[in-house]
Protein backbone atom coordinates (compact mmCIF):
# COMPACT_ATOMS: atom_id res chain seq x y z
CA UNK A 1 0.00 0.00 0.00
CA UNK A 2 2.68 2.68 1.03
CA UNK A 3 5.04 1.32 -1.83
CA UNK A 4 2.01 1.97 -4.62
CA UNK A 5 1.43 5.74 -2.80
CA UNK A 6 5.52 6.04 -2.64
CA UNK A 7 5.69 5.08 -6.69
CA UNK A 8 2.62 7.23 -7.04
CA UNK A 9 4.52 10.44 -5.18
CA UNK A 10 7.40 9.88 -7.71
CA UNK A 11 5.86 9.96 -10.48
CA UNK A 12 4.87 13.06 -9.51
CA UNK A 13 8.11 14.73 -8.93
CA UNK A 14 7.92 16.55 -12.46
CA UNK A 15 4.89 18.88 -10.69
CA UNK A 16 6.59 18.90 -7.18
CA UNK A 17 9.71 20.63 -9.19
CA UNK A 18 6.75 23.16 -10.97
CA UNK A 19 5.70 23.97 -7.72
CA UNK A 20 8.85 24.54 -6.11
CA UNK A 21 9.83 26.62 -8.49
CA UNK A 22 6.42 29.01 -8.61
CA UNK A 23 7.56 29.19 -5.16
CA UNK A 24 10.98 30.45 -5.70
CA UNK A 25 10.44 32.55 -8.20
CA UNK A 26 7.14 34.24 -6.38
CA UNK A 27 9.38 34.70 -3.52
CA UNK A 28 12.43 36.02 -5.43
CA UNK A 29 10.67 38.33 -7.66
CA UNK A 30 8.37 40.24 -4.47
CA UNK A 31 11.79 39.95 -2.08
CA UNK A 32 13.86 42.20 -4.65
CA UNK A 33 10.78 44.36 -5.27
CA UNK A 34 9.69 44.58 -1.92
CA UNK A 35 13.10 45.50 -0.56
CA UNK A 36 13.49 47.91 -3.18
CA UNK A 37 10.37 50.02 -2.78
CA UNK A 38 10.59 49.13 1.66
CA UNK A 39 13.92 50.96 1.63
CA UNK A 40 12.23 53.56 0.15
CA UNK A 41 9.23 54.18 1.88
CA UNK A 42 11.66 53.80 5.21
CA UNK A 43 13.97 56.66 4.23
CA UNK A 44 10.49 58.66 3.45
CA UNK A 45 9.33 57.75 6.73
CA UNK A 46 12.00 59.25 8.48
CA UNK A 47 12.77 61.94 6.27
CA UNK A 48 10.86 64.36 8.81
CA UNK A 49 7.54 65.45 6.08
CA UNK A 50 4.87 64.96 8.66
CA UNK A 51 2.10 64.48 5.84
CA UNK A 52 4.09 61.69 4.12
CA UNK A 53 4.89 59.64 7.15
CA UNK A 54 1.13 59.50 8.16
CA UNK A 55 0.04 58.33 5.07
CA UNK A 56 2.76 55.88 4.98
CA UNK A 57 1.52 55.14 8.24
CA UNK A 58 -2.06 54.83 7.52
CA UNK A 59 -1.07 52.42 4.52
CA UNK A 60 1.47 50.11 6.79
CA UNK A 61 -1.33 49.96 9.47
CA UNK A 62 -3.62 48.83 6.71
CA UNK A 63 -1.90 46.02 4.70
CA UNK A 64 -0.67 45.07 8.76
CA UNK A 65 -4.18 45.12 9.99
CA UNK A 66 -5.99 42.36 7.17
CA UNK A 67 -5.05 38.77 6.69
CA UNK A 68 -3.17 38.44 3.81
CA UNK A 69 -5.62 35.84 2.12
CA UNK A 70 -8.12 39.15 1.88
CA UNK A 71 -5.43 41.23 0.17
CA UNK A 72 -5.20 39.03 -2.09
CA UNK A 73 -8.70 38.48 -2.77
CA UNK A 74 -9.22 42.07 -2.82
CA UNK A 75 -6.20 42.92 -5.52
CA UNK A 76 -7.18 39.62 -7.61
CA UNK A 77 -10.98 40.46 -7.96
CA UNK A 78 -11.23 44.11 -7.48
CA UNK A 79 -8.41 45.53 -9.50
CA UNK A 80 -10.29 44.38 -12.62
CA UNK A 81 -13.39 46.41 -11.92
CA UNK A 82 -10.68 49.63 -12.21
CA UNK A 83 -10.25 48.26 -15.61
CA UNK A 84 -6.51 46.58 -14.80
CA UNK A 85 -6.34 43.03 -16.09
CA UNK A 86 -4.45 40.91 -14.90
CA UNK A 87 -3.63 37.09 -13.96
CA UNK A 88 -2.70 34.82 -11.20
CA UNK A 89 0.87 35.54 -11.12
CA UNK A 90 1.09 39.18 -11.51
CA UNK A 91 -2.00 39.29 -8.90
CA UNK A 92 0.61 37.30 -6.64
CA UNK A 93 3.83 39.42 -7.27
CA UNK A 94 1.57 42.96 -6.38
CA UNK A 95 0.16 41.08 -3.17
CA UNK A 96 3.80 39.98 -2.03
CA UNK A 97 5.69 42.93 -2.95
CA UNK A 98 3.35 45.11 -1.14
CA UNK A 99 3.18 43.12 1.52
CA UNK A 100 7.01 42.46 1.63
CA UNK A 101 7.17 46.81 1.07
CA UNK A 102 5.22 47.45 4.37
CA UNK A 103 6.97 45.03 6.45
CA UNK A 104 10.45 46.29 5.63
CA UNK A 105 9.92 50.56 5.51
CA UNK A 106 8.95 49.64 9.14
CA UNK A 107 12.17 47.51 9.75
CA UNK A 108 14.37 49.68 7.61
CA UNK A 109 12.81 53.04 9.56
CA UNK A 110 13.25 51.36 13.13
CA UNK A 111 16.90 51.12 11.97
CA UNK A 112 17.08 54.59 11.20
CA UNK A 113 15.61 56.03 14.07
CA UNK A 114 18.61 54.28 15.95
CA UNK A 115 21.25 56.13 14.82
CA UNK A 116 22.24 58.33 17.38
CA UNK A 117 20.95 62.24 16.20
CA UNK A 118 24.78 63.26 17.08
CA UNK A 119 26.41 61.00 13.66
CA UNK A 120 23.22 63.23 11.86
CA UNK A 121 24.68 66.63 12.70
CA UNK A 122 28.09 65.51 12.87
CA UNK A 123 27.34 64.83 9.16
CA UNK A 124 25.51 68.09 8.84
CA UNK A 125 28.72 69.97 10.20
CA UNK A 126 31.03 68.12 7.71
CA UNK A 127 29.04 69.57 5.09
CA UNK A 128 27.45 66.25 3.87
CA UNK A 129 24.55 66.86 1.49
CA UNK A 130 21.36 64.99 2.60
CA UNK A 131 22.07 61.75 -0.35
CA UNK A 132 25.72 61.55 1.36
CA UNK A 133 24.80 61.77 4.89
CA UNK A 134 21.88 58.73 4.43
CA UNK A 135 24.44 57.04 1.89
CA UNK A 136 27.62 56.96 4.47
CA UNK A 137 26.83 57.65 7.79
CA UNK A 138 23.00 57.01 8.41
CA UNK A 139 22.29 53.56 6.08
CA UNK A 140 25.69 51.27 7.42
CA UNK A 141 25.03 51.82 11.22
CA UNK A 142 21.12 51.25 10.38
CA UNK A 143 21.59 48.19 8.37
CA UNK A 144 23.20 46.41 11.15
CA UNK A 145 20.21 47.08 13.62
CA UNK A 146 17.87 46.45 10.27
CA UNK A 147 19.62 42.95 8.78
CA UNK A 148 18.49 40.29 11.38
CA UNK A 149 14.90 41.46 10.79
CA UNK A 150 14.90 41.62 7.46
CA UNK A 151 16.10 38.06 6.96
CA UNK A 152 13.38 37.02 9.49
CA UNK A 153 11.14 38.77 7.02
CA UNK A 154 12.57 37.09 4.25
CA UNK A 155 11.25 33.44 6.26
CA UNK A 156 8.17 35.43 6.49
CA UNK A 157 7.44 36.25 2.79
CA UNK A 158 8.63 32.90 1.39
CA UNK A 159 5.97 31.36 3.87
CA UNK A 160 3.12 33.85 2.94
CA UNK A 161 3.88 32.77 -0.58
CA UNK A 162 1.52 30.00 0.19
CA UNK A 163 -0.93 31.82 0.34
CA UNK A 164 -1.05 32.55 -2.97
CA UNK A 165 -2.43 28.76 -3.81
CA UNK A 166 -5.72 30.27 -2.82
CA UNK A 167 -6.30 32.16 -6.31
CA UNK A 168 -5.37 28.96 -8.65
CA UNK A 169 -1.37 29.34 -8.88
CA UNK A 170 0.51 26.28 -8.75
CA UNK A 171 2.94 26.39 -5.77
CA UNK A 172 4.53 24.31 -3.65
CA UNK A 173 1.32 24.08 -1.34
CA UNK A 174 -1.17 24.10 -3.85
CA UNK A 175 1.01 21.07 -5.39
CA UNK A 176 0.89 19.35 -2.12
CA UNK A 177 -3.13 19.81 -2.67
CA UNK A 178 -3.57 18.17 -5.86
CA UNK A 179 -1.49 15.11 -5.50
CA UNK A 180 -3.26 14.21 -1.65
CA UNK A 181 -6.19 14.02 -4.11
CA UNK A 182 -4.79 11.13 -6.34
CA UNK A 183 -2.29 9.55 -3.28
CA UNK A 184 -4.87 9.76 -0.41
CA UNK A 185 -1.96 9.61 2.10
CA UNK A 186 -2.06 13.42 3.76
CA UNK A 187 0.71 13.02 6.09
CA UNK A 188 3.32 11.68 3.96
CA UNK A 189 1.80 14.30 1.52
CA UNK A 190 2.30 17.69 3.01
CA UNK A 191 5.48 15.85 5.29
CA UNK A 192 7.34 16.03 1.53
CA UNK A 193 5.60 19.99 0.73
CA UNK A 194 6.56 20.79 4.86
CA UNK A 195 10.35 19.52 4.22
CA UNK A 196 10.32 21.57 0.99
CA UNK A 197 9.77 24.88 2.37
CA UNK A 198 12.08 23.86 5.15
CA UNK A 199 15.04 23.37 3.58
CA UNK A 200 14.46 26.91 1.90
CA UNK A 201 13.51 28.88 5.18
CA UNK A 202 15.66 27.11 8.15
CA UNK A 203 18.80 28.13 6.34
CA UNK A 204 17.45 31.91 6.72
CA UNK A 205 16.18 31.18 10.20
CA UNK A 206 19.74 30.29 11.35
CA UNK A 207 21.41 33.27 9.68
CA UNK A 208 19.04 35.41 10.96
CA UNK A 209 19.87 34.01 14.64
CA UNK A 210 23.80 34.19 13.58
CA UNK A 211 23.82 37.96 12.60
CA UNK A 212 21.12 39.10 15.92
CA UNK A 213 23.75 37.15 18.00
CA UNK A 214 26.75 38.82 16.05
CA UNK A 215 25.05 42.25 16.80
CA UNK A 216 24.14 41.97 20.07
CA UNK A 217 27.97 40.65 20.93
CA UNK A 218 29.16 43.66 18.89
CA UNK A 219 27.17 46.33 21.31
CA UNK A 220 28.56 44.73 24.62
CA UNK A 221 25.48 43.01 25.66
CA UNK A 222 25.68 39.41 27.67
CA UNK A 223 23.89 36.59 25.98
CA UNK A 224 22.14 34.74 29.13
CA UNK B 1 -15.24 52.04 -10.93
CA UNK B 2 -16.77 51.78 -7.38
CA UNK B 3 -19.40 53.75 -7.99
CA UNK B 4 -22.24 51.38 -7.81
CA UNK B 5 -20.83 49.62 -4.61
CA UNK B 6 -23.88 48.44 -3.29
CA UNK B 7 -24.38 49.46 0.28
CA UNK B 8 -28.17 47.97 0.64
CA UNK B 9 -26.34 44.10 -0.61
CA UNK B 10 -24.10 44.74 2.36
CA UNK B 11 -27.04 45.04 4.57
CA UNK B 12 -29.05 42.22 3.47
CA UNK B 13 -26.06 40.01 4.17
CA UNK B 14 -25.30 41.36 7.58
CA UNK B 15 -26.60 38.66 9.21
CA UNK B 16 -23.66 36.42 7.86
CA UNK B 17 -21.33 38.41 8.01
CA UNK B 18 -22.17 39.22 11.79
CA UNK B 19 -22.04 35.21 12.09
CA UNK B 20 -18.64 35.50 10.34
CA UNK B 21 -17.37 38.09 12.23
CA UNK B 22 -19.09 36.11 16.03
CA UNK B 23 -16.56 32.97 14.63
CA UNK B 24 -13.88 34.38 14.18
CA UNK B 25 -13.73 36.17 17.59
CA UNK B 26 -14.65 33.30 19.47
CA UNK B 27 -12.41 30.70 17.33
CA UNK B 28 -9.29 32.93 17.95
CA UNK B 29 -10.08 33.32 21.20
CA UNK B 30 -10.29 29.18 21.77
CA UNK B 31 -7.27 28.99 19.87
CA UNK B 32 -5.21 31.38 21.47
CA UNK B 33 -6.11 30.01 24.85
CA UNK B 34 -5.17 26.28 23.27
CA UNK B 35 -1.73 28.25 21.55
CA UNK B 36 -0.76 29.66 25.35
CA UNK B 37 -0.92 26.35 26.59
CA UNK B 38 1.01 24.26 23.94
CA UNK B 39 3.28 27.80 24.55
CA UNK B 40 4.14 27.04 28.14
CA UNK B 41 4.73 23.66 27.96
CA UNK B 42 7.03 23.51 25.07
CA UNK B 43 8.90 26.96 27.20
CA UNK B 44 9.00 24.40 30.05
CA UNK B 45 10.60 21.77 27.86
CA UNK B 46 12.93 24.09 26.17
CA UNK B 47 14.66 25.96 29.49
CA UNK B 48 15.60 22.25 30.71
CA UNK B 49 19.17 21.17 30.83
CA UNK B 50 18.63 17.42 29.79
CA UNK B 51 18.02 17.40 26.33
CA UNK B 52 15.69 14.93 26.45
CA UNK B 53 13.32 17.32 26.96
CA UNK B 54 14.66 20.39 25.18
CA UNK B 55 15.68 18.65 21.72
CA UNK B 56 12.21 17.76 20.82
CA UNK B 57 10.86 21.31 22.10
CA UNK B 58 13.64 23.02 19.99
CA UNK B 59 13.22 20.62 16.68
CA UNK B 60 9.20 21.68 16.91
CA UNK B 61 9.58 25.13 17.22
CA UNK B 62 11.96 25.17 13.82
CA UNK B 63 9.30 22.84 12.32
CA UNK B 64 6.88 25.02 12.52
CA UNK B 65 8.83 28.27 11.93
CA UNK B 66 10.05 26.97 8.76
CA UNK B 67 6.63 25.93 7.38
CA UNK B 68 3.93 28.13 6.02
CA UNK B 69 0.94 27.47 8.48
CA UNK B 70 -0.99 26.98 5.27
CA UNK B 71 0.73 23.50 5.05
CA UNK B 72 0.59 22.58 8.57
CA UNK B 73 -3.07 23.19 8.05
CA UNK B 74 -3.32 21.23 4.93
CA UNK B 75 -1.23 18.50 6.77
CA UNK B 76 -3.68 17.80 9.21
CA UNK B 77 -7.14 18.60 7.59
CA UNK B 78 -5.80 15.56 5.10
CA UNK B 79 -3.45 13.54 7.50
CA UNK B 80 -5.78 13.09 10.39
CA UNK B 81 -8.75 11.27 8.88
CA UNK B 82 -5.64 8.64 8.01
CA UNK B 83 -5.03 8.11 11.13
CA UNK B 84 -8.60 7.57 11.99
CA UNK B 85 -9.52 10.71 13.49
CA UNK B 86 -12.50 12.39 11.44
CA UNK B 87 -13.36 15.50 13.16
CA UNK B 88 -14.80 18.50 11.91
CA UNK B 89 -13.08 21.35 9.96
CA UNK B 90 -13.14 23.70 12.81
CA UNK B 91 -11.67 21.33 15.32
CA UNK B 92 -8.51 21.12 12.69
CA UNK B 93 -8.63 24.52 11.92
CA UNK B 94 -8.56 25.52 15.95
CA UNK B 95 -5.81 22.51 16.28
CA UNK B 96 -3.53 23.94 13.42
CA UNK B 97 -3.37 27.47 14.64
CA UNK B 98 -2.94 26.46 18.43
CA UNK B 99 0.23 24.14 17.57
CA UNK B 100 0.86 26.83 15.00
CA UNK B 101 1.17 30.04 17.58
CA UNK B 102 1.93 28.07 20.88
CA UNK B 103 5.64 27.75 18.88
CA UNK B 104 5.77 31.42 18.68
CA UNK B 105 4.42 31.85 22.08
CA UNK B 106 7.07 29.61 23.41
CA UNK B 107 10.01 32.11 22.39
CA UNK B 108 8.41 35.10 23.34
CA UNK B 109 7.88 33.72 27.27
CA UNK B 110 12.05 32.15 26.51
CA UNK B 111 12.90 35.69 26.17
CA UNK B 112 10.94 37.56 28.61
CA UNK B 113 12.45 34.44 31.33
CA UNK B 114 15.82 35.14 29.77
CA UNK B 115 15.51 38.73 30.07
CA UNK B 116 15.61 38.50 33.97
CA UNK B 117 18.85 39.79 34.70
CA UNK B 118 21.25 37.00 36.07
CA UNK B 119 21.72 38.88 39.47
CA UNK B 120 18.51 38.41 40.59
CA UNK B 121 18.17 34.39 39.80
CA UNK B 122 21.58 34.52 42.31
CA UNK B 123 20.36 36.54 44.43
CA UNK B 124 17.76 34.13 44.96
CA UNK B 125 19.78 31.01 44.85
CA UNK B 126 21.79 33.04 47.92
CA UNK B 127 19.02 33.37 49.63
CA UNK B 128 18.23 29.61 49.60
CA UNK B 129 14.77 29.59 47.55
CA UNK B 130 14.48 26.42 45.43
CA UNK B 131 14.27 26.42 42.14
CA UNK B 132 10.00 26.35 42.17
CA UNK B 133 10.15 29.34 44.76
CA UNK B 134 13.12 31.72 42.11
CA UNK B 135 10.78 30.63 39.33
CA UNK B 136 7.50 31.76 40.89
CA UNK B 137 8.27 34.24 43.34
CA UNK B 138 11.44 36.50 41.49
CA UNK B 139 11.73 35.63 37.50
CA UNK B 140 7.50 34.74 36.41
CA UNK B 141 6.42 37.95 38.10
CA UNK B 142 8.58 40.32 35.91
CA UNK B 143 8.79 37.94 33.08
CA UNK B 144 4.64 38.05 32.70
CA UNK B 145 5.05 42.07 32.35
CA UNK B 146 7.61 41.81 29.53
CA UNK B 147 5.79 39.45 27.93
CA UNK B 148 2.47 40.93 27.33
CA UNK B 149 2.81 43.23 24.76
CA UNK B 150 4.19 40.74 22.40
CA UNK B 151 1.85 37.96 23.12
CA UNK B 152 -0.87 40.52 22.66
CA UNK B 153 0.94 41.29 18.95
CA UNK B 154 0.60 37.00 18.54
CA UNK B 155 -2.66 37.43 19.68
CA UNK B 156 -3.06 39.57 16.21
CA UNK B 157 -1.19 37.63 14.22
CA UNK B 158 -3.72 34.69 15.01
CA UNK B 159 -6.45 36.25 14.45
CA UNK B 160 -5.77 37.56 10.73
CA UNK B 161 -4.31 33.97 10.50
CA UNK B 162 -7.21 32.63 11.10
CA UNK B 163 -8.42 33.75 7.85
CA UNK B 164 -7.13 30.53 6.11
CA UNK B 165 -9.43 28.41 7.88
CA UNK B 166 -11.70 29.88 5.15
CA UNK B 167 -9.78 27.56 2.43
CA UNK B 168 -11.09 24.12 4.46
CA UNK B 169 -14.71 25.66 4.65
CA UNK B 170 -15.04 26.95 8.23
CA UNK B 171 -17.37 29.06 8.39
CA UNK B 172 -15.89 32.43 9.78
CA UNK B 173 -15.64 36.03 8.39
CA UNK B 174 -13.50 35.35 4.78
CA UNK B 175 -15.98 32.79 4.59
CA UNK B 176 -18.84 35.15 5.15
CA UNK B 177 -17.50 37.42 2.62
CA UNK B 178 -16.29 34.85 0.41
CA UNK B 179 -20.01 33.73 -0.24
CA UNK B 180 -21.36 37.45 -0.74
CA UNK B 181 -18.65 37.92 -3.52
CA UNK B 182 -19.38 35.02 -5.56
CA UNK B 183 -23.27 34.59 -4.83
CA UNK B 184 -24.07 38.16 -5.63
CA UNK B 185 -20.67 38.59 -8.15
CA UNK B 186 -19.75 41.62 -5.62
CA UNK B 187 -16.20 41.01 -4.47
CA UNK B 188 -16.04 44.67 -3.88
CA UNK B 189 -18.39 44.39 -1.41
CA UNK B 190 -17.71 41.25 0.27
CA UNK B 191 -14.09 42.05 0.22
CA UNK B 192 -13.84 45.40 1.63
CA UNK B 193 -16.36 44.65 4.25
CA UNK B 194 -14.52 42.05 5.33
CA UNK B 195 -11.30 43.26 5.57
CA UNK B 196 -13.21 46.71 7.53
CA UNK B 197 -14.30 43.60 10.73
CA UNK B 198 -10.25 42.67 10.60
CA UNK B 199 -9.38 46.27 10.90
CA UNK B 200 -11.50 46.59 13.31
CA UNK B 201 -10.13 43.14 15.98
CA UNK B 202 -6.68 45.28 14.77
CA UNK B 203 -6.90 48.17 15.95
CA UNK B 204 -8.93 46.97 19.25
CA UNK B 205 -5.89 44.37 19.88
CA UNK B 206 -3.46 46.69 18.98
CA UNK B 207 -4.04 49.94 20.92
CA UNK B 208 -4.71 47.34 23.96
CA UNK B 209 -1.11 46.35 23.21
CA UNK B 210 0.40 49.88 23.29
CA UNK B 211 -1.88 50.61 26.73
CA UNK B 212 -0.51 47.31 28.31
CA UNK B 213 2.81 48.32 27.50
CA UNK B 214 2.29 52.08 28.89
CA UNK B 215 0.80 50.52 32.00
CA UNK B 216 3.53 48.03 32.44
CA UNK B 217 6.30 50.51 31.78
CA UNK B 218 7.65 48.35 29.01
CA UNK B 219 8.82 48.82 25.29
CA UNK B 220 6.06 48.54 22.94
CA UNK B 221 5.59 45.73 20.72
CA UNK B 222 8.12 45.47 17.68
CA UNK B 223 7.36 45.08 13.79
CA UNK B 224 6.24 41.37 13.34
CA UNK B 225 2.63 41.87 13.44
Known amino acids: ?42 VLRTSGNRLVSRVIGLWIDLIRGTPFLVQIFLIFFILPEFGVELDAFTAGIIALTNLAACFICEIVAAGIRSVPTGQVEAALASGL ?55 PNGLLVFAIVGIGYFVVCYPLILLARRLERRMSAAHGEVQL | MLENFSFRTI ?115 ASGMTYAQRMRLVILPQAIR ?7 GQAIVLVKDS ?10 LTRAGQLLASDRFMPAEGFITTAACYLLLYYGLKSLAVLSARWLGVRPIGSRI
Not at chain 1, 137 to 164: E, T
Request: net charge positive; charged share 10%; proline share 5%.
Open chain 1, 1 to 42: MIWFQFQSLIGSYPLALRGLGMTVALSAISLVLGTLIGFTLG
Open chain 1, 129 to 183: SQWQRMRQVVLPQAMRVSLPPLVGQYVLLIKDSSVVSAIGLTDLTRVGWLVVQRV
Open chain 2, 11 to 125: IEYLPLLGEGFVATLWLSIVSFAGALAVGIILCAMNLQHSQVLKLPAKMYIDAIRATPLLAQLYFLYFGLPRLGMVLPELFVGILALSLNSGAYIAEIIRAGILSISRGQVEAGV
Open chain 2, 146 to 152: VTIPPLL
Open chain 2, 163 to 172: ALLSLISVSE
